[in-house]
């Protein structure tokens, strides 16, 4: 059972309000938009997210897209928790500055597993990273 609007409008309030102190407010990630169907999350990219050779370090794009994929988890199996079980993903090019927008959509849902994709770009649409990620409906 997908959550309808109202009841998504009231859970995205009470996960905002769990989000503050996580390591995706830390990180500086944003909701910008939620739906049974889709989520997209962005990041002002700072010197903090960047590696020692100057681009953005892996490690933000995969919290990133696992944060999208695991919030639209959340979304599609609104009465349960979802916890990633498995997390693939692919690095494509490098980004040095600007805001980098993930998509994230559903695959496939079952009873006890729902498997998703989620893509990062950058604001002129060049792609950066792109993950899938089974999550375990608990």
């Not at 996580?22 to 010197?47: H, Q, R, W, Y």
């Not at 979304?75 to 500055?97: G, H």
Request: aromatic share 6%; hydrophobic share 45%.
């Amino acid at each position: 059972m997908k959550a309808d609007s109202e009841e998504l409008s009231v859970l995205m309030e009470q996960w905002n309000k769990a989000a503050i102190g996580t390591f995706g407010d830390f990180l500086g990630c944003e909701v910008v938009e939620a739906s049974a169907n889709k989520v997209i999350m962005t990041l002002d990219v700072k010197p903090y997210h960047l590696n020692l050779i100057g681009i953005v370090h892996g490690g933000v794009y995969a919290t990133l897209i696992d944060s999208a994929m695991g919030l639209l988890g959340m979304i599609v199996k609104p009465e349960a928790s979802v916890v990633t079980t498995n997390l693939n993903m692919n690095y494509v090019a490098k980004a040095e500055e600007g805001r980098i927008i993930v998509t994230a959509e559903s695959v496939h849902t079952s009873r006890k597993s729902i498997t998703t994709q989620a893509f990062a770009r950058l604001e002129n649409g060049e792609l950066c990273a792109f993950g899938t990620g089974t999550f375990r409906v608990i």
